[in-house]
């Protein structure tokens, strides 16, 4: 959680931001990386991962599908902790990385209520 200084100088913690129940997750999953975006319904970024951002995987790697599942993983923990518990998911792109992102989110108790697919 990140610091910050009040006005006498003395650090204190951020405080953690109440989300709505209800979001979307933007998963884009090309040849080379997954990205998971969570955002409200107005489209304003809640918290990101992809398949690099993890830190182990880096090259080829990183379009695996268990990168896809690690990213999937960190987002719904992150939302999780904030309140967040049913998504919309929308799926973009032809990588491999699609389904287990999808996956990961169910796994870790997020109710999707619907999964668009917006490959172009």
């Known amino acids: 959680m990140a610091t910050a200084k009040d006005k006498k100088g003395k ?13 979307v997750a933007h998963i884009k999953s090309s ?3 997954t990205i998971i ?11 990101w991962s992809s398949g690099g951002h993890q830190g182990r995987y ?4 990183k379009s695996t599908a268990f990168a896809a599942q690690l990213a999937g993983r960190f987002v ?8 967040m518990r049913k ?19 169910k796994a870790e108790g997020i109710e999707v209520t619907r999964i668009k697919d917006c490959t172009a």
């Not at 650090?11 to 979001?23: F, I, N, Y």
């Not at 880096?58 to 790697?61: D, E, L, P």
């Open 76 to 83: 719904a923990q992150e939302i999780l902790s904030g309140g």
């Open 87 to 105: 998504v919309e998911v929308w799926v973009k792109g032809p990588g491999s990385g699609r389904e287990a992102a999808v996956r990961s989110l």
């Open 58 to 61: 880096k090259g080829s790697r």
């Open 37 to 47: 975006t969570m955002t409200d319904l107005q489209g304003n970024v809640i918290t």
């Open 31 to 33: 040849f080379n990386n």
């Open 11 to 23: 650090v204190r913690k951020a405080k953690k931001k109440k989300l709505d129940s209800v979001g």
